[in-house]
């Protein structure tokens, strides 16, 4: 008996220790899997200052204002200015032949692309906005001076952008300035979650949205039992470093709860990424209220030479039939930003002007008259 008594003992002493050493393994694993959910750097502007010195075709007016968490946000007014710069050239050539003259009653269009260097990456949509003559914002998510050391994925930085409306309200002197939003990636997804909140943003254009952080993330991953658990030792790392899970975050119940008066504009242009993909990008669609909304992605192979649409099926793995979506084809990516510019002309711009039909709308879901 004393012998198995010490042949427990010395088993215990000999699990134990492995045991503590694999569990600090397995969640320093999970950390590192977990960092680029909670800090996704933009590696492409590090090195750069937070707000270029000075941009071609563009003049940056800084200001600062009040974030949810109380800290002081940066942000800029982007307006044309000086020699265009070769995008500003290109919509300025199309609007010389295309007229696009409504654009006017545009007062500001709110820019969201990165959680990191949120103004540097925003500086082309602002470059093909400004080219057009609307005045652009962008601003800092993290905060200035990168206070915010976590990123939630607009859970709560999309609470900035009520704040950031009444600055502006408050610089501007209009009760009522005409505001779009436009988000691309991150941007997107926050974005969408703010235009639900805050019916001063009279129109969207959503750019590579994920529907769920995590359906995206579950896509990054081999399909096994061990992904189901990787992902529940994540949350519990966003739970204990933040306080949300994956679950928290999708911008698709966002859409879902739009006003149906709103124009909303959905791009798909990441062709190969699995964290925001074209399915993404219809089932976004599929939830609007919106008597006013589009679907376009770029063309591909499969596509006719000189089709204009492609008719999309929402999911096939549904036996109840679903009516297509018809998306509109584009060319490149160059001829997506005068094609936004139209947008806003005649699609946005008329918007305003159409009655608002005060019943709500149900969500595009399985019946064709939905559609």
């Known amino acids: 008996m004393k012998f198995f008594r010490t042949m427990r003992l010395l088993l215990l002493l000999t699990i134990l220790p492995a045991l503590v050493v694999w569990g600090v393994y397995l969640?320093?694993?999970?950390?590192?899997?977990?960092?680029?959910?909670?800090?996704?750097?933009?590696?492409?502007?590090?090195?750069?200052?937070?707000?270029?010195?000075?941009?071609?075709?563009?003049?940056?007016?800084?200001?600062?204002?009040?974030?949810?968490?109380?800290?002081?946000?940066?942000?800029?007014?982007?307006?044309?200015?000086?020699?265009?710069?070769?995008?500003?050239?290109?919509?300025?050539?199309?609007?010389?032949?295309?007229?696009?003259?409504?654009?006017?009653?545009?007062d500001y269009a709110l820019i969201c692309v990165d959680w990191d260097h949120g103004i540097r990456s925003a500086i082309p949509l602002a470059e093909t906005l400004t080219a057009a003559g609307i005045t652009c914002v962008l601003w800092e998510p993290r905060g200035r001076d990168n206070r915010r050391r976590y990123c939630t994925h607009g859970l709560r930085e999309s609470a900035d952008v009520p704040l950031l409306i009444n600055e502006l309200i408050k610089r501007s002197g209009k009760d009522s300035p005409v505001i779009v939003g436009v988000g691309q990636g991150y941007g997107a997804g926050l974005m969408l979650q703010a235009a639900?909140?805050?019916?001063?943003?009279?129109?969207?254009?959503?750019?590579?949205?994920?529907?769920?952080?995590?359906?995206?993330?579950?896509?990054?991953?081999?399909?096994?039992?061990?992904?189901?658990?990787?992902?529940?030792?994540?949350?519990?790392?966003?739970?204990?470093?933040?306080?949300?899970?994956?679950?928290?975050?999708?911008?698709?119940?966002?859409?879902?709860?739009?006003?149906?008066?709103?124009?909303?504009?959905?791009?798909?242009?990441?062709?190969?990424?699995?964290?925001?993909?074209?399915?993404?990008?219809?089932?976004?669609?599929?939830?609007?209220?919106?008597?006013?909304?589009?679907?376009?992605?770029?063309?591909?192979?499969?596509?006719?030479?000189?089709?204009?649409?492609?008719?999309?099926?929402?999911d096939k793995n549904v036996k109840k039939r679903t009516p297509n979506i018809e998306a509109r084809l584009l060319t490149d990516e160059d001829n997506t930003s005068t094609a936004i510019v139209h947008w806003l002309n005649d699609t946005f711009v008329t918007a305003l002007d159409t009655p608002h039909v005060h019943v709500p709308a149900r969500p595009l879901l399985t019946s064709d008259s939905q559609l």
């Open 27 to 106: 969640w320093n694993y999970i950390a590192d899997m977990t960092e680029p959910v909670l800090q996704p750097i933009n590696k492409s502007y590090s090195g750069y200052s937070t707000i270029p010195q000075k941009t071609l075709g563009i003049k940056l007016q800084q200001f600062t204002f009040t974030g949810w968490d109380g800290g002081e946000m940066l942000a800029v007014i982007a307006e044309k200015d000086g020699e265009e710069s070769s995008r500003q050239l290109s919509i300025v050539g199309d609007l010389a032949v295309n007229k696009a003259d409504r654009l006017g009653v545009i």
């Open 196 to 314: 639900a909140t805050d019916p001063r943003i009279q129109g969207l254009i959503s750019i590579d949205s994920y529907a769920s952080l995590r359906e995206s993330l579950t896509r990054t991953m081999p399909d096994s039992l061990l992904t189901h658990a990787t992902l529940w030792l994540m949350d519990l790392r966003l739970n204990s470093s933040v306080g949300f899970e994956c679950f928290d975050v999708a911008p698709v119940e966002s859409a879902a709860k739009l006003d149906r008066n709103l124009p909303v504009l959905i791009v798909n242009l990441v062709q190969d990424n699995p964290i925001c993909t074209l399915e993404d990008a219809v089932t976004i669609f599929r939830q609007l209220p919106c008597d006013c909304r589009e679907l376009w992605t770029l063309r591909c192979r499969t596509d006719a030479p000189h089709a204009l649409t492609r008719s999309i099926c929402p």
